[in-house]
T-cell receptor
Framework: NAGVMQNPRHLVRRRGQEARLRCSPMKGHSHVYWYRQLPEEGLKFMVYLQKENIIDESGMPKERFSAEFPKEGPSILRIQQVVRGDSAAYFC??????????????FGPGTRLTVT | QQQVKQSPQSLIVQKGGISIINCAYENTAFDYFPWYQQFPGKGPALLIAIRPDVSEKKEGRFTISFNKSAKQFSLHIMDSQPGDSATYFCAATHFGNEKLTFGTGTRLTIIP
């Protein structure tokens, strides 16, 4: 059973460009979460999605950031007009459906975004 | 507002010793407390988790102790090995609010 997959693993963007980060959850998992980790810090929640629905986006910056989890295909975290402060590791996690089990979140290897 | 406080920031333990990492939380609605292990360049891996209806959970060399009245929980690694050297994060969440709130992490180094 493949784990959570993220690509690309490393992404370099110039200021003002767009960054697209992809996440494929574990097989059978229907819940996806995105977290951001700044150097030497813990992970900060960004957004929680289920298929075609954003459930909780309370951790998302109000501007430039968006996320989706379409019916088919991976979840996408999109950052428009990137700035140096967006440089971080972005982790996707997934969990199985069902009450209680959704707490068990399994993380992917992350995408390390560098903005130059 | 940091809802989960973790200490120490870094920890050095001799091989074979006991590593202890502590966390304290503020939100009394939290009802699930996992610990994650992260190696450099990798994603966090779920290590062990506990719910507040028990005071201790043990899996192999890893034990979580939970004190509901003090709103504290800790990770104990028995017989620590060099392969345990990693960053450990505690986290918390509660039913109906699926996002994990993480502590700031503890960098553990096991020396021979």
């Amino acid at each position: 059973n493949a784990g959570v997959m993220q690509n690309p693993r490393h992404l370099v963007r110039r200021r003002g460009q767009e960054a697209r980060l992809r996440c494929s959850p574990m097989k059978g998992h229907s819940h996806v979460y995105w977290y951001r980790q700044l150097p030497e810090e813990g992970l900060k929640f960004m957004v929680y999605l289920q298929k075609e629905n954003i459930i909780d986006e309370s951790g998302m910056p109000k501007e430039r950031f968006s996320a989706e989890f379409p019916k088919e295909g991976p979840s996408i975290l999109r950052i428009q007009q990137v700035v140096r402060g967006d440089s971080a590791a972005y982790f996707c996690a997934s969990s199985p459906p069902g009450t209680g089990l959704s707490h068990e979140q399994y993380f992917g290897p992350g995408t390390r975004l560098t903005v130059t | 507002q940091q809802q989960v406080k973790q200490s120490p920031q870094s920890l050095i333990v001799q091989k074979g010793g006991i590593s202890i990492i502590n966390c304290a939380y503020e939100n009394t609605a939290f009802d699930y407390f996992p610990w994650y292990q992260q190696f450099p360049g990798k994603g966090p891996a779920l290590l062990i988790a506990i719910r507040p209806d028990v005071s201790e959970k043990k899996e192999g060399r890893f034990t979580i102790s939970f004190n509901k009245s003090a709103k504290q929980f800790s990770l104990h690694i028995m017989d620590s090995q060099p392969g345990d050297s990693a960053t450990y994060f505690c986290a918390a969440t509660h039913f109906g609010n699926e996002k994990l709130t993480f502590g700031t992490g503890t960098r553990l180094t096991i020396i021979p």
